[in-house]
């Protein structure tokens, strides 16, 4: 099967709300299970692991919409910059369904500000977009899409980078969101690399506000009833120790 990764421009939407306040609490569906593994393109080396949101448990939200899911990563690596070369996304389908294309896309953020109108500004690069092609999907499964990105994506820091995820699904009529596809949420252990800095490791934004920009309001922000350290699933490979570049300049 033949898989097409692109980047393609995103465009940043400005919307007014209220300041940040305490996350909302919300159900988290039954805890899902793992349903394979999706490789979009060829890996460019062996770079490590710098972020892993992995965990024990998998879950969704029952909230809806929820067709954009983020979140905010610290980068584990000396800095001061990070080059992404692969991420693995977490596709989860809450029913059974047979899709001609299905499109996975991922817009990093180089700044995250709690109280802002929106969160997120300064996007890094373009938004990643990759086609899967035909896949039948099995109700309450989790799949992992892993990205080998053709060149890597530049953060300018590791602390606080924003994260918006995406899952496009199309039934015959085109490409459209689709709240059966959602991102996988993680709970029940510590995370093996890195940390999330939303809501002190336990919180995720959806898109309650009707956003579809990869972007979020504060309020956007979530828990889960009786679970203390969910996150958005969502790892990360490059190479965290990306000095600064240097820049020459003529002194007359």
Request: aromatic content about 8%; overall charge neutral.
């Amino acid at each position: 099967m033949k898989f097409a990764l692109k980047l393609l421009a995103t465009a940043v939407l400005t919307v007014t709300a209220t300041g940040a306040g305490a996350a909302q609490n919300e159900p988290s569906a039954a805890p899902m299970a793992f349903g394979g593994h999706i490789t979009v393109g060829a890996p460019r080396g062996a770079d490590p692991v710098v972020y892993d949101a992995t965990g024990t448990s998998l879950t969704i939200t029952t909230g809806t919409p929820r067709t954009y899911i983020g979140g905010v990563a610290n980068i584990a690596g000396a800095g001061p910059q990070v080059d992404i070369s692969s991420v693995d996304l977490s596709l989860a389908s809450a029913a059974a369904v047979s899709y001609t294309n299905i499109r996975a896309r991922i817009q990093f953020w180089d700044v995250y500000t709690a109280a802002g109108t929106p969160v997120f500004s300064s996007p890094a690069g373009a938004t990643i977009e990759a086609d899967l092609g035909p896949q039948t999907l099995a109700a309450n499964n989790v799949y992992t899409i892993t990205l080998n990105l053709p060149t890597p994506l530049r953060l300018n820091s590791l602390a606080a980078k924003g994260f918006g995820v995406n899952f496009q699904g199309d039934t015959g009529a085109g490409l459209v969101d689709d709240t059966n596809l959602t991102t996988a949420l993680t709970y029940g252990s510590a995370q093996p690399v890195g940390t999330s800095a939303l809501g002190g490791g336990n919180g995720f934004f959806r898109n309650a506000s009707g956003r579809t920009d990869f972007n979020f309001l504060s309020t956007d922000a979530r828990t889960f009833t009786g679970i203390t350290d969910a996150r958005t699933m969502l790892v990360i490979r490059g190479n965290a120790t990306v000095p600064v570049s240097l820049q020459s300049f003529n002194v007359e």
